[in-house]
């Protein structure tokens, strides 16, 4: 399998119900894109197989210009019978991501698209959006200006002590680090997440070692920090998720009544909900049980919660999943073993959890499906780490910061899931 057979081998599995070398030939076609898009089997590709393909989350491109390209040379290979899947194909591109000349000098311009009323309002609802991201006007929901997985860049926060002042960019292909604008506010056990185009950073203790309502907002288009509304409860040690565009906290410790600087109390039960839109926090169903410095993802629109500390201070075996439709959490499985301060990121429906703090858990590294929920074991990774923070982004999970015993990591290590191997970038 190699980035210029994997079109035909993805048609050849297909028609045959090879399972395992279709899913594996996919990854290599969402991943090799910008190769595959200028092959003639890309242009003879059916309707339905590239408008999943274009549609896809995790398809790497650098440039949305390559996805509206690959549309149009599609539809034009054989005009006369495709060009009434225009408004499909449109409706796979993020449009209002493309930049703004390109977008109204050359999408807004082209002639099959002002040939079709449907295609030209998909245009004009995406220019529309532009200007809101260009002008700052709130959140920006619409799939239009949705940014791909693979597209996010990829953030640090941290600083020379536990108490993080720090912001930087990872450029992944230069290898290298570069500093951003300073935290307006240091903070310590707080948690961060991505909503669109903008991180969140909530709660956290300060300098002073209390804890903090506060929510800061850093915009990665005009790099500038903002503040959000702040949250019902003080609390540090949480953990937080995207899900639905709605920012979720989850646990964590607030400070014990009248203490300062602040001791933790039990861990937390209570789950908040911030919609950006609106700028306001609701309380939603607690947990089942209490957990702080617990791993919190969202996938397939659920929440989940991975281990913790528990009420009773142990660590908490269980798996915690919030259904927002019934507004009700269960305990749908429990954990390999026994965690805390340890890291989860998705990839697909796939939840890859790793490190903590036991001498077995800080090195190894799990999957859990969402699915069947279900878990397997995979690759240990390079270094022994707890408290350290995970994400995914071009397919690969990328793992930073942490420490085990006396020693801090300082390496961002990357894993490959076709290879089921970890590697050190920088």
Not at 249 to 266: D, E, I, N, W
Not at 356 to 362: K, L, N, P, V
Not at 372 to 390: E, F, H, I, L, N
Not at 392 to 397: D, H, Q, R, T
């Amino acid at each position: 399998l190699h980035p210029s057979n994997c079109l035909g081998m993805l048609l050849l599995s297909d028609a045959h119900q090879c399972t395992q070398l279709f899913q594996l030939s996919w990854s290599m076609c969402l991943s090799n894109f910008p190769a595959i898009c200028k092959t003639e089997e890309f242009l003879q590709l059916p309707k339905d197989m590239l408008v999943k393909l274009l549609a896809h989350e995790e398809l790497e491109t650098e440039d949305e210009r390559l996805v509206y390209e690959s549309a149009l040379n599609w539809v034009n290979y054989d005009l006369e019978r495709r060009h009434c899947h225009l408004p499909e194909l449109l409706r796979t591109v993020r449009l209002a991501l493309l930049p703004a000349i390109f977008l109204m000098e050359n999408v807004s311009t082209e002639e099959l698209i002002i040939a079709q009323d449907k295609s030209k309002e998909l245009v004009d609802e995406a220019i529309r959006c532009k200007l809101r991201i260009l002008q700052n006007d709130g959140v920006v929901n619409s799939p239009c200006a949705r940014p791909r997985k693979t597209s996010h860049a990829l953030f640090l926060l941290g600083g020379p002590t536990f108490m993080c002042d720090k912001l930087y960019l990872v450029d992944q292909k230069a290898k290298e680090i570069i500093p951003k604008a300073d935290i307006p506010s240091p903070r310590k056990e707080f948690s961060a997440c991505a909503i669109g185009c903008k991180v969140y950073v909530t709660g956290g203790r300060g300098s002073e070692n209390g804890v903090s309502k506060d929510v800061w907002v850093y915009d990665t288009l005009h790099e500038e920090w903002s503040k959000a509304a702040p949250m019902l409860i003080a609390r540090f040690g949480h953990g937080s998720a995207e899900l639905r565009h709605c920012l979720f906290v989850v646990g964590g410790h607030t400070a014990a009544t009248g203490c300062l600087p602040a001791s933790p109390s039990v861990s937390l039960k209570q789950v908040e909900q911030f919609d950006p839109v609106a700028n306001k926090w609701s309380m939603v169903a607690p947990l089942r049980e209490g957990v702080s410095n617990a791993a919190v993802v969202s996938v397939k629109l659920k929440l989940f919660a991975f281990g913790g500390t528990s009420v009773a201070h142990d660590k908490l075996p269980k798996v915690q999943c919030y259904d927002p439709s019934e507004n009700r959490w269960t305990v749908p499985a429990s954990c390999p073993q026994p965690w805390r301060y340890t890291a989860a990121a998705v990839l697909g429906n796939q939840i890859f959890v790793m490190g903590g703090d036991t001498e077995f858990s800080a090195c190894s590294a799990y999957k859990f499906s969402s699915e069947t929920y279900q878990w397997t074991k995979v690759g240990d990774v390079t270094a022994k780490r707890m408290s350290c923070q995970a994400v995914a982004s071009g397919n690969k999970l990328y793992v930073v910061g942490g420490y085990f015993g006396t020693q801090r990591c300082k390496t961002l290590d990357c894993y490959d899931p076709m290879l089921d191997a970890w590697n050190s970038i920088t």
